[in-house]
T-cell receptor, first 116, second 115 residues
Framework: AQKVTQAQTEISVVEKEDVTLDCVYE???????LFWYKQPPSGELVFLIR??????QNEISGRYSWNFQKSTSSFNFTITASQVVDSAVYFCALSEPNTGFQKLVFGTGTRLLVSP | DADVTQTPRNRITKTGKRIMLECSQT?????MYWYRQDPGLGLRLIYY???????NKGEISDGYSVSRQAQAKFSLSLESAIPNQTALYFCATSGEPGTGGDEQFFGPGTRLTVL
């Protein structure tokens, strides 16, 4: 069965530190999609990235980068030079072909606290 | 204006009351979803609808019902609310998958408290 594990419940860092949020997934399919969403204190869910299972290239967007490794079933998210505005709960999610890629299974989230 | 709106944003109600949460979207998407978020549990799917005539149960549908009144509207009802339905509820939409895996767009959430 599909499953997403975010083992880090909460991480606290000081501004300008780098931080990596871990995501490990389980799936029997060779084709699937992985996502990261951000939930700031205001509560809304903000889409950050989508990655398909055939693209293992790392991706960088500003201070954000993602490391996808199929060999370890991981899709980790790194924030470089963290800022207070990065404080949020971050969710990793998985979608699979048997649902038409339209159902997301979420991890339990990692709360990131960035202090000044 | 927001693409996905939810009303109400906050609601406090009593055990046994009937509650309806409404979701509207202007994205033109066929697919709509209802999730609930509980602390430490992430988001769990309650119901989803791939078009007006297609409604499906999700992971935790017991105690909930839905109505897809139009392409743009998807309502979630609690027929007889109970305290363990206290949670943050999200509506989401997604478009027809192109190559697959289109992201879901979430509403701002409705915080429901059942006393």
């Amino acid at each position: 069965a599909q499953k997403v594990t975010q083992a880090q419940t909460e991480i606290s860092v000081v501004e300008k530190e780098d931080v990596t949020l871990d995501c490990v997934y389980e799936t029997r399919d060779t084709t699937y999609y992985l996502f990261w969403y951000k939930q700031p204190p205001s509560g809304e869910l903000v889409f950050l990235i989508r990655r398909n299972s055939f693209d293992e290239q790392n991706e960088i967007s500003g201070r954000y980068s993602w490391n996808f490794q199929k060999s370890t079933s991981s899709f980790n998210f790194t924030i470089t030079a963290s800022q207070v505005v990065d404080s949020a709960v971050y969710f990793c999610a998985l979608s699979e072909p048997n649902t038409g890629f339209q159902k997301l299974v979420f991890g339990t989230g990692t709360r990131l606290l960035v202090s000044p | 204006d927001a693409d996905v709106t939810q009303t109400p944003r906050n609601r406090i109600t009593k055990t046994g009351k009937r509650i309806m949460l409404e979701c509207s979207q202007t994205k033109g998407h066929d697919r709509m979803y209802w999730y609930r978020q509980d602390p430490g549990l992430g988001l769990r799917l309650i119901y989803y609808s791939f078009d007006v005539k297609d409604i499906n149960k999700g992971e935790i549908s017991d105690g909930y019902s839905v109505s897809r009144q139009a392409q743009a509207k998807f309502s979630l009802s609690l027929e007889s609310a109970i305290p363990n339905q206290t949670a943050l509820y999200f509506c989401a939409t997604s478009g027809e998958p192109g190559t697959g895996g289109d992201e879901q767009f979430f509403g701002p959430g409705t915080r429901l408290t059942v006393l």
